[in-house]
């Protein structure tokens, strides 16, 4: 065996110093935001499924509806640790009377999408959006 082969950690090995849980990472999301980083954490497989659930609802002809700006949110909201946008005291400070409204005053529509999109990225979902709500529905 040769020495490469030999130092090469098994995958356990690996997965055991390499935990996900409380994953994170610093990220610019956007060129208005350039000098500032958001800190945003990785969702479980059981948090996404159940942001995947609370977005859909069954609508007329029990098509199954949709609701992405309700999924986009969640994933923001539960998964930006700085800022936090559901910290009351500073909602109060910034006029808001709930999290979603405090996110939507003070970053745009492409900015939140690319909070998700990194988000969902950093949680292991590499695939885009539209195969993630393609996905769902057909669970």
Do not use: W
Not at 30 to 59: C, N, P, V, W
Not at 62 to 91: C, G, R, W
């Amino acid at each position: 065996m040769s020495k490469q082969a030999s130092e090469k950690k098994s995958l356990l090995d690996f997965l055991m110093d390499n935990p996900v849980d409380g994953l994170t990472e610093a990220v610019v999301i956007s060129k208005r935001l350039k000098d500032y980083t958001f800190t945003i954490k990785a969702m479980t497989g059981d948090e996404f499924s159940r942001y995947q659930s609370r977005a859909m609802a069954i609508g007329k002809k029990n098509k199954i509806d949709y609701d992405n700006k309700s999924f986009n949110e969640q994933v923001v909201l539960n998964h930006t640790i700085e800022p936090n946008f559901k910290i009351a005291d500073d909602m109060k400070k910034m006029g808001c009377r709930t999290p979603e409204e405090f996110l939507y005053k003070y970053l745009n529509a492409g900015e939140i999408q690319e909070l998700v999109k990194r988000i969902t990225e950093l949680s292991g979902f590499d695939e885009d959006e539209e195969e993630l709500v393609k996905e769902a529905k057909n669970d």
